[in-house]
């Protein structure tokens, strides 16, 4: 039996809060574009470079800011080694249909696929994980 402690009241009426973004620190820009926008078939909304602070801000997504959660890409121009992920970091998800198909012409494309779509071990969901260029893992779940 799992017990729980009560979950507090919310210290703010989050009503009208909404998820913008994700940020990711990117290696290398294009190569991250190419990714989420050339294989993935999101749509660069914006980037814009900041020369006073030597970085660029790319955001990406399936529909505009106002309604839709986007992946802001941060390219700090004088990053040389790429970033470490770290154990804290799990992964994004997106909702596909057809997972199998999805798959097979990613794979054709060059992305990594280190777990084949497949059900979920202990029941439930067909799922996969894709990398995106610096080893962020991405998980397709398969939406009909």
């Given at each position: 039996?799992?017990?729980t ?8 009426q989050a009503?009208r809060f909404q998820?913008l ?8 820009l ?8 050339g294989?993935?078939?999101m749509?660069?909304?914006?980037k814009?470079d900041y ?7 790319a955001?990406?997504?399936?529909g ?9 890409l941060t ?5 040389k ?5 770290g ?15 999805v798959?097979?012409v990613?794979?054709e494309?060059g ?5 084949p ?8 969901s067909?799922i ?17």
């Open positions: 039996m799992n017990e402690a009560p979950i507090a009241k919310p210290a703010v009503g998820m973004h994700t940020m990711l620190r990117v290696l290398d294009e190569k991250s574009l190419d990714f989420y926008v294989k993935l078939g749509t660069l909304l914006r814009t020369p006073s602070g030597e970085f660029t801000l955001f990406v997504g399936y505009d800011e106002k309604t839709n959660t986007v992946i802001e390219h700090n121009w004088g990053q080694e790429p970033y470490t992920i154990s804290g970091f799990g992964h994004l998800a997106l909702g596909v249909p057809d997972i199998y198909g798959c097979k990613l794979e494309a992305v990594k696929i280190p777990r779509p497949g059900p979920m071990k202990h029941g439930g067909v996969a994980f894709i990398e995106d260029p610096d080893g962020y893992k991405i998980e397709l779940i398969e939406r009909k």
